[in-house]
């Protein structure tokens, strides 16, 4: 399972499950960030992020803050990444469709090892 996270406000509380392993930051082509792991809350800032997971789960936006970002997810690791959203075209007009299929993968298949962690 994919799971893209696009963020508009400039934070967003979310409450993510256990099985959910990392919160990985797009950074800029070729660029992304280990933001947070294993479950628990966390606050993103105004961008975009994937869940690393194996499993289907939950992502909840704590505290009932609306309109403030999407969650788009492929249930399997075969399909292209879809279409961002429209508020994600206004929000971050300088990433593309090709931008977000890369960071996105079909196939993990070691993309993370270049994420740098985030840690304090």
Known sequence: ????IFVYAN???????????????????GSSTEIATKGGTVTLTKGIYRL?????????VAGGTIGVGDIVAVVNNKDPWPDPPATFVKVFPEVTTEDL???????????????????G
Do not use: C, H, W
């Open 52 to 60: 690393v997971t194996d499993t289907p789960t939950e992502l909840q």
């Open 1 to 4: 399972m994919r799971t893209g």
């Open 11 to 29: 934070s967003v509380e979310y409450t993510l499950r256990p099985e959910i392993s990392a919160v990985i930051k797009y950074n800029g082509p």
């Open 101 to 119: 299929r890369a960071f996105l993968p079909a196939a993990f298949d070691g993309f993370d090892e270049p994420a740098q962690r985030v840690t």
